[in-house]
Every structure is written in structure tokens, then in C-alpha cells.
């Protein structure tokens, strides 16, 4: 049970004692955990700092002192003793409140340790350290903690160095990183250590989550130093003739270019984040400033915390024009110089350590801006994925003798005027319902002072309001984020009306609530989730947004006049592919509500209903204006129960909804295949976008991106993850993860004995093996659907002898993927083609192929594709090269090609199915030329029956032979293949029992001797446990006896008259 406890600091913190141990008298220690004996325990802690960023648990190494506390009360807190050290390694203020309870340490398997300096890997390298170390682990009286990422946490001990204070700082320089099989346990006598040398990497000092920004809010910039330079005072700041003189009004006329970035809405609050950090320091209103970080600062030559007028370069402005029913304010004012003031806005400049926000990809160069920020900087322009340039400008406004003064500087004393009145509407949104009760949230929103401007739209934190709680009468409020639109701004004087921008906080400004209002709205900037949920370019299906933005926004962006009807999209891909989370994404980009809308609910019994549900649907879509309505599903509209025709009634109401419905409703129906949906369906939307499949960088993105909140081992290599995953999608991706997930549970639960909970604070680690588990378990199901691709374990070992044949192999298959440039000289061949005597392991060869190469293994046996039905057989050739190249890079192996592909005009069926089906073949290996990564292989006993079209260059253009081996050495090493896996007792010589062996013996007989050696063994042993002698728990073996019984039954399948025809048959494709 969990007791509450209280740090406090002691200046002088003993010696002895790690500095990042903590300390407890033993009187209360006991009250509160009785079961608990002995000088030094592992105690969870759960600090509950609110200034703090830490936020996680972890555990502590803790010292029982026998001095005594008076006055021992089970219902206090627990005093916990820490040093100064502790309190800035983990970031945590003295006197901070939380809860402790003891935790059993699991054993660890093997831990990485690296030292940061010289001494300390001398050190820790040396016998000292070894010994020291083999010493703490047999007494039992210590505890030995090691946490990945954070410093040696083990005690002092003098057998580890005489001097206390050195051994102190070596052990600070020495950093864990990585403990196997969980993140933090207890190191042991049977725990590998291993030593690194880390002097060159840029290893932090333990956890840092320090965080703080610097106290000074002021840094001198460039500009500063260059105006210092023309006048004779001895500091800027106080010169009272440079703020009034020409020269400032010649600083405050020039602009420069910025290079901005819209922050991804899940890192923007981001626990332990920088934004976080910063609205614990001071209440900035962070939808009006731009953060850079001090070098960048330098360079723009201003002040932290100044205000600067930014707009955007008119160039920008001309590429997107929106028209006045869909847009903020109106942009074509922004052109014309003299009408700029609708365009202008304040924003305040915020600086921020780049070494202390590491959570960031910081570049030097770049400022970060929130996507309200933008949205309202932009006039609704889409959100930009990558950086974008702005244009800023110092903003100097002269203040009355009367106004307070920040700074002597004019840069730092002008601030927007505060606004007298502000009217505001509720943008209607599908997310909430805006005629709520908001006096509450508005007052605690302006509490704080915030930048506002005519035709803005105001972000507002809801998630978890009490008031918005009880008002909502549908269950728990739970969207995070309410808009309120800017109607109109006033200020207190005719001077603060020439200002664009106002502050307003609820003592000087009066709010008014109008009526709500049809408004586009920014993506929230306070959801959490994983990155590919909220992303505005989700990894692996970023092509898809940009097709679906490309057609969404001309019908936003021109005149109502242009464009006769709505946009309508007709989306398609396999389940679970991410067609949702394109159309989220595009939606976001563009600032459109979205309606998500599963047509199984809208399916009725009758038509009548289901054609009153679905004009309710888009009536509510309509209601709320500019929205994206996403049909989930759109093949089950109008699709009968009893397997009659479709409902034409529910089609043809569907088909002209579509085309009456205004520019600002954006339909968007989603489909797994478009075979699904009729004619008329498909008529009715005016865009078809497709899915693509996934490559290979895309799954690797996406299982980076989705891993990220993943706890992975060291040896979890993302980039082979991603080659054996070819043909997954997106929800296969997730499976594949929260199955590995569940497999390292399994497996700790398998190997440690502990409640689940315990298991889960030491740190459960995603390791390898895990994912190998879980991507077998996914293969398996994967291999049940028809045609789903699957990479074969079948190694170069396997693979006895055929040493040449492997070399054709690989020279055409390996050697275009290990060698891309060879494409562009047309060094490529598509097909690749096995024949020789039945058993010379032509199936074998295709599959070590595609193992050794990473590649997807597709096998086809040729009699399964052809189909009695009219169009099936070609279409079955079709759906397998399409499986393929979503596969890719995928090897299609086609057995028995010659049932497949046999001489067109020799067939007897009445139909001509066969020679539709050469054609369709021919004409799809054709098409492999652009697609450069699917490799086709065909094996066949009768190469003198194919079609000849399919012998051509192009096609299957390399003929390789696979004969039997008959040579004594080859038939010995193909012996040795199989064997490789038997247990053979060594008395056995298998180069004797290949000289019994007769001489055109293939790879399928040699198995069957080595089938009927084993089942011989397996009676011998039966028969030794009958009689006593053997038990069944000995292991299987194979002698020499079992090999002569198997050879006296062994007959070749191939006879010598056969082989003479294959040879000849190996000529006539030679000579050619």
C-alpha cells in the first residue's frame, strides 16, 4: 500500500551515500511498511510536483537511518531525505508532496554501461570496478539499482576506490544504456556487464528534465549592438535620443523574412514539453507569439518578449484567394498596399533554450507558430507541412507620458492597446453544441490577457469545464477545444482604433456573445495522441492527403460561379488502410469541420427509411458549413438483404443529394474496391482517388511514428521490420505492434513471477524476438486469406549443392536490388525460368531466393487459377500481379507453368480459355518493366510445351537448368542439407553413404532415404522401449544401421532413359 510522503533537502547529504539515494528515519519507515526490513529497500516514487515536468514513476534506492522521529503518526506523511543533487536531476522542488510504496526489483540479464570521460572508463574497465562490484552483489544488505538512461545508481563501497568523492564522480560519469530484459531491476551476481566507451557521443548527464527557461528576459542582439555603435551613450537601452531620433524610424521601416514552422498538434502540449514549461513560468497567450530560440533571436535583432507586425509576402496572398462565404478576412486587401491594415498583425517574439528543449527538432533558422496562429495570420490558408516564410517588422508605437513603462526601450515598452469591447460568436461545430453556457470558461480564458483582432478566431481549453460538463446532457463533455469568432473590436480612444490588434482580459474589456456564426476552424491544439492520428501529414499516407487537398481546394478557394455542383470524392482502398486518417488530415490541413458517418447506420429495412436517415445526414452536414461528410462504408447503400438487385430508389436519392449540395459541403464516400459499388454510384462523385500501397520507407515511418510511445529494445531494428512487412497496412502495422506489445508480456510473465503491475513500473521492453513472434502470428492469419503474400524461412543451408545455379539466381534477381542504378541502363530481367527432372529442388531454390533477399514469397500452382467462368482465369492472373506489386519487392513463383502456359492453338477446350489466358500473361509480365521490384519464376518439368512467346527477352529471358546431382560431392553436400536439422550419431560417415548411393539420385530422393533412415530409428527405439532398455525422453538418433535399411529400398524416380531426354532437352535451349 502506497504512503504518502514529503521531500526534504538536507545541505549536507553523507557521503557514504549515493547523492542520488534518498534517506529515512527507521521508526516511521517501519509504521508505514512493516513487512519491510533491513538498511536499504527499492521504493516506487510518484512525485505530484505541479511545477515540476517530471510526471513519471520511478524507483529509489532508500537508506534506513536509526535516528528517530518524536511524535510517529501512521497518518502523516513519510519524511523523505534527499540531497541537492537529486532534487536537479529529477527536477523536483524541495518540499514536494507524492506517494511511495515498496517495489521488488527484478533481476537483470545484462546491462550497457558507457563512460563520458577517460577516468571513469578506466575505471569502470579496471579490476576495482569488477571486483568492487562482485562484492556488492553477494552482500545482501544492498541494493543494487540500474535504470537505462540515467546515471550507475550502485553505493559506495571502498573496495570500488579509497576515495569516497572520486568513486562519487566516476559513478556520475557512468551512464546505463541499456538493461535487459526490463528498463530498471537489480543487478546480480549472474548479470553481464558491458563496458563502452561514449567520450564522442553526445550523452546527456542522466534523466535531464530540468527544463526552466534562464530568468534573464533579456538578450542583446545584433541590432542592439550595431545602434550602440552610432551613438556616444554607454548603453541603448538608456538613450532617450536614439528612440526619438530618424534613425529609429528607419529600423522601424525595414522588414525581414522568417521561416516559420506550424508545430504538430500533438507535440504542442506535450507532457514534459516545451510549451508546457513555458506556461508554468509566465500565462503567455500562445496562439500570439512566435517562439524562436536565442540564436535566431540574435539575428532578427529584437528584444525578447516585443511585439513585431508580421504579415504575410504578397505573393503568397495572390496564389490563394477565397471567397467571402468560406474565409476570415478577406485577403484580397492584403494585395493592395494602401488596404493593408485587415492584414496586419501583432505577434509577440518568446525565445527558448534550444539545449533544454530537446523534445524539439530545433533548427537555428526556424520560428514555430501555432496552427491557430496561422489560421488567423494566413486568413485560412492551409496549413503547410514543411517551413513557409513570413514577413516581419518592428512595431514601435508611441506611448502617452501616462502609460506604464516595461523597459526604457520603445521596443519594449509598446504593447497593443486593450480593447474596451469584444463581440464574439460561437463558430457552430459537429464537435459541440454552441449554444451553451460559457460565462465561466470566457472569464477564466480572459483572465489571462489576450491578443484579439476583427475577423479572429479564438481557441478556448474546454476539455473537463464543469460547466460545460453539467450542460451537456449526451454524456461526457469531451472535445478539448471551443471556437468563438471575433465580430467586432473596439478600444478606449479614437488613436486605438488606426491599431489592428487589441489585448482584451476581463478587467478592462466588456464581452458580448452574439449568435453563432458558420466559420472554418483551425485543428485543435490541445488533443493528444499518437502522431499519426493528428498529424497533419500521417506518415505513409501523406500521397493521399496531398490528391485529396489538390481536389478539395479549388472548390474552396474560386468563386461558387466556377464550379456547377460540390466537390464529391469517391475514396478506395483495402480495410483498414488509412482512408479515414487521409481524410482527417486533409480536413485539418484545410480547416474544415469533419462528420463522420458509418453507413450501417443509415441502412434501414425499407428504402423509405433509409432514404430519411441519409437526408438527415446530409442536412446535418449542411447545418454546419464548411465540413467535410465522410461515408464510411459506401457500398452497403442501397445493397439488399436477400441478395436481389440493388435499391434504385436509394441510388438515384443518393445520386441527386450529391449533385444539389452547395460548394462548401465536401462529400467524401469510401469503398474497399470499386467493383463493390454500382455504376450509378460511381457516377454521382466527380473525383476517384485511390490508396496506394505501402513502400518500404512508408512502413518504416509509420512504425517509427507508431512506436514512438513504445518502449523498444536496442536490438529492435525498425528498417528489417519494415522489409518483412511488405503488404501490410496501416491497421496490419498497428496489430503488428500491440501484438508485439502482448508478446513481451507474455514472456515476462513466463520468466518472473511478479503482479503485472509491478512488471509494467520496471519497465517492460519490446525486444526483437517479440516482434518476430507477432509478425509469424500475423503472417499465419494473413496466409488463410486468399493470395496474401508471406516471406518463406528457407536459407542458403537448405539448399544442397547447385552451386552454379544459385549464381545465375542471384545475379539476376539480388543484383538490380543491390545495385538500383543498373535500371536506368536497362540492365534488368523480369523473368527467370526453372526446368530440369521433377525433385532437383527448383521450388526450394525460389524460396531460399526470396528469403536470402528479403523479399515476399507468391507461389501460384497453375491449374488453381484457371476458372470455368467466362473472364475469371484472366482476372485471377490479374488480382495475383496486383498483389505482387503491392508486395514489392515480391517474388511470384508460378509451378507447373506449363499447365498454365502451354502453345497457343494446341488446346482442345472450345472456349479458348487457355489462349486467354497465355495473353493476359504475356501482357503482364510486359508490364513488369514498370514496376522494378517484382521478379517473376517459373519452374516447369516440360519447357518444350510453353508457349514459345514466353521464352522472348522480356519475359522469361534467363533459362536456367536444374539437373540432378551426379557427382558423388554435390550428392554429399545435399545430404549434409537435409541432415541439418537430424541429429546423426557421429560414428556415422555420410561420404560412405553416398558411395552406396547410385549415381542420378535428385534432391527428392536423397530426402526420401533420409525419411526412410529416420522412420527405421523411430521403430528401432520403439522397440528398445518395449524391451526396457531405452526411455522416450532420450533424444532421436540416426546411425549407420538405419542408413543401410533405408538404401536396400531406395530406387532413383528418375530413370536413365528420362535423363537422356531432359539432357537433350537441355541442348536445344542452350544452342539458342
Given at each position: 500500500m502506497?504512503?504518502?510522503?514529503?521531500?526534504h533537502?538536507?545541505?549536507e547529504?553523507p557521503?557514504?551515500?549515493?547523492?542520488l539515494?534518498?534517506?529515512?528515519?527507521?521508526?516511521?519507515?517501519?509504521?508505514?511498511?512493516?513487512?519491510?526490513n533491513g538498511?536499504?529497500h527499492a521504493?516506487?516514487?510518484?512525485?505530484?510536483d505541479?511545477?515540476?515536468s517530471?510526471?513519471?514513476?520511478?524507483?529509489?534506492?532508500?537508506?534506513?537511518?536509526?535516528?528517530d522521529?518524536?511524535?510517529?503518526?501512521?497518518?502523516?506523511?513519510?519524511?523523505?531525505?534527499?540531497?541537492?543533487c537529486?532534487?536537479?536531476?529529477y527536477?523536483?522542488?524541495e518540499?514536494?508532496?507524492?506517494s511511495?510504496?515498496?517495489?521488488?526489483?527484478?533481476?537483470?540479464?545484462?546491462?550497457?554501461?558507457g563512460?563520458r570521460t577517460?577516468?571513469?572508463?578506466?575505471?569502470?574497465?579496471?579490476?576495482?570496478?569488477?571486483?568492487?562490484?562482485?562484492?556488492?552483489?553477494?552482500c545482501h544488505?544492498h541494493t543494487l539499482?540500474?535504470?537505462?538512461?540515467?546515471?550507475?545508481?550502485i553505493p559506495?563501497?571502498?573496495?570500488?576506490?579509497?576515495d569516497?568523492?572520486?568513486?562519487?564522480?566516476?559513478?556520475s560519469?557512468v551512464m546505463?544504456?541499456?538493461?535487459?530484459p526490463?528498463?530498471q531491476?537489480s543487478?546480480?551476481?549472474?548479470?553481464?556487464?558491458?563496458?563502452?566507451?561514449?567520450?564522442?557521443?553526445?550523452?546527456s548527464?542522466?534523466v535531464?528534465?530540468?527544463?526552466k527557461?534562464?530568468?534573464?528576459s533579456?538578450?542583446?542582439?545584433?541590432?542592439?549592438?550595431y545602434?550602440n555603435?552610432?551613438?556616444?551613450?554607454?548603453?541603448?537601452?538608456s538613450?532617450?535620443v536614439?528612440?526619438?531620433?530618424?534613425?529609429?524610424?528607419v529600423?522601424?521601416a525595414l522588414e525581414?523574412?522568417?521561416?516559420?514552422?506550424?508545430?504538430?498538434?500533438s507535440?504542442?502540449?506535450k507532457?514534459?514539453?516545451?510549451?508546457?514549461?513555458?506556461?508554468?513560468i509566465?500565462?503567455?497567450?500562445?496562439?500570439s507569439?512566435?517562439?524562436v530560440?536565442?540564436?535566431?533571436?540574435?539575428?532578427?535583432g529584437?528584444?525578447?518578449g516585443?511585439?513585431v507586425?508580421?504579415?504575410?509576402?504578397?505573393?503568397?496572398?495572390?496564389?490563394?484567394?477565397?471567397?467571402?462565404?468560406?474565409?476570415?478576412?478577406?485577403?484580397?486587401?492584403?494585395?493592395?498596399?494602401s488596404?493593408?491594415?485587415?492584414?496586419?498583425?501583432l505577434?509577440?517574439i518568446?525565445?527558448f533554450d534550444?539545449?533544454?528543449h530537446?523534445?524539439?527538432?530545433?533548427?537555428?533558422?526556424i520560428?514555430?507558430?501555432s496552427?491557430?496562429q496561422?489560421?488567423?495570420?494566413?486568413?485560412?490558408?492551409?496549413?503547410?507541412v514543411?517551413?513557409?516564410?513570413i514577413?516581419?517588422?518592428?512595431?514601435?508605437?508611441v506611448?502617452?507620458?501616462?502609460?506604464p513603462?516595461?523597459?526604457?526601450?520603445?521596443c519594449?515598452?509598446?504593447a497593443p492597446?486593450?480593447?474596451k469591447?469584444l463581440h464574439?460568436e460561437?463558430v457552430?461545430?459537429?464537435?459541440y453544441?454552441c449554444?451553451?453556457?460559457?460565462?465561466?470558461l470566457?472569464?477564466k480564458?480572459?483572465?489571462?490577457a489576450?491578443?484579439?483582432q476583427?475577423?479572429?478566431?479564438?481557441g478556448?481549453?474546454?476539455q473537463?469545464?464543469?460547466?460545460?460538463v453539467?450542460?451537456?446532457?449526451?454524456?461526457?463533455?469531451?472535445?478539448p477545444?471551443?471556437?468563438?469568432k471575433?465580430k467586432q473590436?473596439?478600444?478606449?480612444s479614437?488613436d486605438?482604433?488606426?491599431?489592428?490588434s487589441?489585448?482584451?482580459?476581463?478587467?478592462?474589456?466588456s464581452?458580448?456573445?452574439?449568435?453563432p456564426?458558420h466559420?472554418?476552424?483551425?485543428?485543435?491544439?490541445l488533443?493528444?495522441?499518437?502522431?499519426?492520428?493528428?498529424?497533419?501529414?500521417?506518415?505513409?499516407?501523406?500521397?493521399?492527403?496531398?490528391?485529396?487537398?489538390?481536389i478539395?481546394?479549388?472548390?474552396?478557394?474560386?468563386s461558387s460561379f466556377?464550379?456547377?455542383r460540390?466537390c464529391?470524392?469517391?475514396?478506395?482502398?483495402?480495410n483498414?488502410c488509412?482512408?479515414?486518417?487521409?481524410?482527417?488530415?486533409?480536413?485539418r490541413?484545410?480547416h474544415?469541420?469533419?462528420?463522420?458517418v458509418?453507413?450501417?447506420?443509415?441502412?434501414?429495412?425499407?428504402?423509405?427509411?433509409?432514404?430519411?436517415?441519409m437526408?438527415?445526414?446530409?442536412?446535418?452536414?449542411?447545418?454546419?458549413?464548411p465540413?467535410?461528410?465522410?461515408l464510411?462504408?459506401?457500398?452497403?447503400?442501397?445493397q439488399?438483404?436477400?441478395?436481389s438487385?440493388t435499391d434504385?430508389?436509394?441510388?438515384?436519392?443518393?445520386c441527386?443529394?450529391?449533385?444539389?449540395?452547395p460548394?462548401?459541403l465536401?462529400?467524401?464516400?469510401?469503398?474497399s474496391?470499386a467493383?463493390?459499388?454500382?455504376?450509378?454510384v460511381m457516377t454521382?462523385?466527380i473525383?476517384?482517388?485511390?490508396?496506394?500501397s505501402?513502400?518500404?520507407?512508408q512502413?518504416?515511418?509509420?512504425?517509427?511514428?507508431?512506436?514512438?510511445d513504445?518502449?523498444?529494445?536496442?536490438?529492435?531494428?525498425?528498417?528489417?521490420?519494415?522489409?518483412?512487412?511488405?503488404?501490410?497496412?496501416l491497421?496490419?502495422?498497428?496489430?503488428?505492434l500491440?501484438?508485439?506489445?502482448?508478446?513481451?508480456?507474455r514472456?515476462?510473465?513466463?520468466t518472473?513471477?511478479?503482479?503485472?503491475?509491478?512488471?509494467?513500473?520496471?519497465?517492460?521492453?519490446?525486444?526483437s524476438?517479440?516482434?518476430?513472434?507477432?509478425?509469424?502470428?500475423?503472417?499465419?492469419a494473413h496466409?488463410?486469406?486468399i493470395?496474401?503474400?508471406k516471406?518463406?524461412?528457407?536459407?542458403?543451408?537448405?539448399?544442397?549443392?547447385?552451386?552454379?545455379?544459385?549464381?545465375e539466381?542471384?545475379?539476376?534477381?539480388?543484383?538490380?536490388?543491390?545495385?538500383?542504378?543498373l535500371?536506368?541502363?536497362?540492365?534488368r530481367?523480369?523473368?527467370?525460368l526453372l526446368?530440369?527432372?521433377?525433385?532437383?529442388g527448383?521450388?526450394?531454390?525460389?524460396?531460399?531466393?526470396?528469403?536470402?533477399?528479403?523479399m515476399?514469397f507468391?507461389s501460384?500452382?497453375?491449374p488453381?487459377?484457371?476458372?470455368m467462368?467466362?473472364?475469371?482465369s484472366?482476372?485471377?492472373?490479374r488480382?495475383?500481379f496486383?498483389?505482387a506489386?503491392?508486395?514489392?519487392?515480391?517474388i511470384?513463383?508460378?509451378?507447373?507453368?506449363?499447365?498454365?502456359?502451354?502453345?497457343?492453338?494446341h488446346?482442345?477446350?472450345?472456349?479458348g480459355v487457355?489462349?486467354?489466358?497465355?495473353?493476359?500473361l504475356?501482357?503482364?509480365?510486359?508490364?513488369l518493366?514498370?514496376?522494378?521490384?517484382?521478379f517473376?519464376?517459373?519452374?516447369t518439368?516440360?519447357?518444350?510445351?510453353?508457349?514459345q512467346?514466353?521464352?522472348?527477352?522480356g519475359?522469361?529471358?534467363k533459362?536456367?537448368?536444374?539437373g540432378i546431382s551426379?557427382?558423388?560431392?554435390?550428392?554429399?553436400?545435399?545430404?549434409?542439407a537435409i541432415?541439418?536439422?537430424?541429429k546423426v550419431?557421429?560414428?556415422v560417415?555420410?561420404?560412405?553413404?553416398?558411395?552406396c548411393?547410385p549415381?542420378?539420385l535428385?534432391?527428392a530422393?536423397?530426402y526420401?532415404?533420409?525419411?526412410?533412415?529416420?522412420?527405421?530409428?523411430i521403430?528401432?527405439?520403439i522397440?528398445r522401449?518395449?524391451?526396457?532398455?531405452?526411455s522416450?525422453s532420450?533424444?532421436?538418433t540416426?546411425?549407420?544401421?538405419?542408413?543401410?535399411?533405408?538404401?536396400?529400398?531406395?530406387?532413383?524416380?528418375?530413370?536413365e532413359?528420362?535423363l537422356?531426354?531432359y539432357?537433350?532437352?537441355?541442348?536445344?535451349?542452350?544452342?539458342?
Amino acid at each position: 500500500m502506497a504512503a504518502p510522503m514529503k521531500l526534504h533537502c538536507l545541505d549536507e547529504f553523507p557521503s557514504h551515500i549515493h547523492p542520488l539515494h534518498v534517506l529515512v528515519n527507521k521508526s516511521t519507515f517501519t509504521q508505514h511498511f512493516p513487512n519491510c526490513n533491513g538498511p536499504t529497500h527499492a521504493l516506487l516514487f510518484s512525485p505530484m510536483d505541479d511545477q515540476s515536468s517530471s510526471k513519471r514513476r520511478f524507483v529509489v534506492c532508500v537508506h534506513v537511518t536509526a535516528e528517530d522521529e518524536t511524535n510517529v503518526n501512521t497518518h502523516t506523511c513519510l519524511n523523505v531525505y534527499v540531497s541537492r543533487c537529486f532534487l536537479r536531476h529529477y527536477d523536483l522542488n524541495e518540499h514536494s508532496h507524492g506517494s511511495v510504496r515498496p517495489q521488488p526489483l527484478l533481476p537483470l540479464k545484462r546491462i550497457v554501461i558507457g563512460a563520458r570521460t577517460k577516468q571513469s572508463f578506466r575505471w569502470a574497465s579496471s579490476e576495482k570496478f569488477s571486483s568492487g562490484l562482485l562484492v556488492l552483489t553477494s552482500c545482501h544488505t544492498h541494493t543494487l539499482l540500474a535504470r537505462q538512461g540515467d546515471v550507475l545508481l550502485i553505493p559506495y563501497h571502498h573496495s570500488l576506490g579509497d576515495d569516497a568523492a572520486q568513486v562519487q564522480q566516476y559513478l556520475s560519469d557512468v551512464m546505463v544504456l541499456e538493461c535487459t530484459p526490463v528498463s530498471q531491476g537489480s543487478i546480480t551476481m549472474n548479470t553481464s556487464v558491458l563496458v563502452s566507451d561514449c567520450r564522442d557521443l553526445p550523452i546527456s548527464t542522466g534523466v535531464d528534465m530540468t527544463g526552466k527557461l534562464s530568468s534573464s528576459s533579456l538578450f542583446v542582439s545584433d541590432f542592439a549592438q550595431y545602434a550602440n555603435s552610432l551613438t556616444s551613450s554607454s548603453s541603448l537601452l538608456s538613450s532617450k535620443v536614439m528612440i526619438s531620433s530618424d534613425f529609429s524610424t528607419v529600423i522601424q521601416a525595414l522588414e525581414c523574412r522568417l521561416d516559420v514552422r506550424v508545430l504538430d498538434v500533438s507535440r504542442l502540449y506535450k507532457p514534459g514539453g516545451f510549451l508546457c514549461r513555458l506556461l508554468q513560468i509566465d500565462n503567455l497567450d500562445v496562439d500570439s507569439v512566435i517562439f524562436v530560440n536565442k540564436s535566431l533571436l540574435l539575428k532578427l535583432g529584437v528584444f525578447n518578449g516585443e511585439w513585431v507586425v508580421v504579415f504575410l509576402p504578397s505573393d503568397k496572398v495572390k496564389s490563394y484567394l477565397k471567397s467571402p462565404a468560406t474565409q476570415g478576412p478577406d485577403l484580397e486587401e492584403c494585395v493592395n498596399p494602401s488596404k493593408r491594415r485587415s492584414c496586419v498583425h501583432l505577434v509577440k517574439i518568446e525565445a527558448f533554450d534550444t539545449v533544454r528543449h530537446s523534445d524539439l527538432d530545433v533548427n537555428d533558422n526556424i520560428g514555430y507558430i501555432s496552427p491557430l496562429q496561422w489560421f488567423n495570420l494566413s486568413g485560412g490558408m492551409p496549413v503547410p507541412v514543411g517551413n513557409t516564410t513570413i514577413k516581419i517588422k518592428r512595431w514601435n508605437k508611441v506611448l502617452s507620458p501616462a502609460a506604464p513603462q516595461i523597459s526604457a526601450s520603445a521596443c519594449r515598452s509598446a504593447a497593443p492597446p486593450y480593447a474596451k469591447e469584444l463581440h464574439i460568436e460561437a463558430v457552430i461545430s459537429p464537435e459541440y453544441n454552441c449554444h451553451g453556457v460559457f460565462e465561466n470558461l470566457l472569464h477564466k480564458h480572459f483572465s489571462t490577457a489576450r491578443l484579439v483582432q476583427q475577423g479572429h478566431v479564438l481557441g478556448i481549453p474546454s476539455q473537463g469545464h464543469p460547466d460545460l460538463v453539467e450542460h451537456n446532457f449526451e454524456g461526457i463533455f469531451r472535445w478539448p477545444v471551443l471556437y468563438f469568432k471575433v465580430k467586432q473590436v473596439s478600444g478606449f480612444s479614437e488613436d486605438d482604433d488606426e491599431v489592428p490588434s487589441y489585448l482584451a482580459d476581463s478587467y478592462h474589456t466588456s464581452l458580448y456573445m452574439g449568435s453563432p456564426a458558420h466559420s472554418p476552424c483551425p485543428c485543435s491544439v490541445l488533443q493528444k495522441g499518437v502522431s499519426v492520428w493528428t498529424s497533419l501529414c500521417p506518415p505513409g499516407v501523406s500521397c493521399t492527403v496531398e490528391k485529396l487537398l489538390a481536389i478539395i481546394q479549388p472548390h474552396l478557394s474560386e468563386s461558387s460561379f466556377t464550379f456547377k455542383r460540390g466537390c464529391s470524392v469517391l475514396l478506395m482502398g483495402p480495410n483498414s488502410c488509412g482512408k479515414s486518417t487521409a481524410v482527417r488530415a486533409a480536413s485539418r490541413r484545410l480547416h474544415l469541420h469533419l462528420i463522420q458517418v458509418d453507413c450501417v447506420t443509415v441502412c434501414a429495412d425499407t428504402a423509405a427509411a433509409c432514404e430519411v436517415k441519409m437526408k438527415s445526414v446530409f442536412e446535418k452536414a449542411v447545418l454546419h458549413h464548411p465540413c467535410v461528410l465522410l461515408l464510411r462504408h459506401l457500398e452497403l447503400l442501397g445493397q439488399p438483404r436477400d441478395g436481389s438487385e440493388t435499391d434504385s430508389r436509394i441510388i438515384s436519392s443518393l445520386c441527386q443529394i450529391i449533385t444539389a449540395l452547395p460548394a462548401s459541403l465536401v462529400v467524401v464516400g469510401s469503398v474497399s474496391s470499386a467493383r463493390d459499388l454500382s455504376s450509378d454510384v460511381m457516377t454521382a462523385f466527380i473525383h476517384q482517388v485511390t490508396v496506394d500501397s505501402l513502400t518500404e520507407d512508408q512502413r518504416r515511418m509509420m512504425l517509427s511514428s507508431l512506436s514512438e510511445d513504445l518502449p523498444l529494445g536496442k536490438d529492435v531494428n525498425l528498417a528489417r521490420i519494415a522489409k518483412q512487412t511488405a503488404g501490410f497496412v496501416l491497421g496490419d502495422i498497428c496489430a503488428l505492434l500491440t501484438g508485439a506489445g502482448k508478446a513481451a508480456h507474455r514472456r515476462l510473465l513466463k520468466t518472473f513471477e511478479q503482479d503485472e503491475e509491478d512488471l509494467c513500473v520496471s519497465g517492460v521492453k519490446v525486444l526483437s524476438d517479440d516482434f518476430s513472434t507477432a509478425l509469424e502470428a500475423l503472417q499465419d492469419a494473413h496466409s488463410q486469406a486468399i493470395g496474401a503474400p508471406k516471406i518463406p524461412s528457407v536459407r542458403w543451408q537448405d539448399v544442397g549443392g547447385l552451386q552454379q545455379v544459385k549464381k545465375e539466381i542471384l545475379d539476376t534477381i539480388q543484383l538490380p536490388l543491390d545495385h538500383p542504378e543498373l535500371l536506368s541502363l536497362g540492365l534488368r530481367r523480369s523473368g527467370l525460368l526453372l526446368y530440369g527432372p521433377p525433385g532437383t529442388g527448383k521450388t526450394l531454390l525460389a524460396k531460399a531466393v526470396a528469403t536470402e533477399c528479403s523479399m515476399t514469397f507468391l507461389s501460384v500452382k497453375g491449374p488453381e487459377l484457371i476458372n470455368m467462368y467466362v473472364g475469371q482465369s484472366e482476372e485471377n492472373i490479374r488480382e495475383v500481379f496486383s498483389k505482387a506489386r503491392s508486395a514489392a519487392p515480391c517474388i511470384i513463383f508460378f509451378d507447373e507453368l506449363d499447365s498454365l502456359a502451354p502453345n497457343r492453338g494446341h488446346t482442345g477446350d472450345s472456349g479458348g480459355v487457355m489462349d486467354r489466358v497465355v495473353s493476359q500473361l504475356l501482357a503482364e509480365l510486359d508490364g513488369l518493366h514498370s514496376s522494378g521490384d517484382v521478379f517473376v519464376i517459373g519452374a516447369t518439368n516440360r519447357p518444350d510445351l510453353l508457349d514459345q512467346s514466353l521464352l522472348r527477352p522480356g519475359r522469361f529471358d534467363k533459362l536456367v537448368y536444374v539437373g540432378i546431382s551426379e557427382d558423388k560431392e554435390s550428392q554429399l553436400q545435399v545430404l549434409k542439407a537435409i541432415l541439418r536439422k537430424f541429429k546423426v550419431d557421429p560414428s556415422v560417415c555420410l561420404s560412405d553413404v553416398v558411395d552406396c548411393c547410385p549415381s542420378q539420385l535428385t534432391g527428392a530422393d536423397l530426402y526420401a532415404l533420409c525419411s526412410d533412415a529416420m522412420m527405421s530409428a523411430i521403430k528401432r527405439k520403439i522397440s528398445r522401449i518395449n524391451e526396457g532398455v531405452d526411455s522416450e525422453s532420450s533424444a532421436l538418433t540416426l546411425c549407420s544401421q538405419d542408413f543401410r535399411q533405408a538404401l536396400t529400398g531406395l530406387t532413383p524416380s528418375v530413370s536413365e532413359q528420362e535423363l537422356n531426354r531432359y539432357k537433350a532437352i537441355q541442348q536445344k535451349f542452350t544452342a539458342k
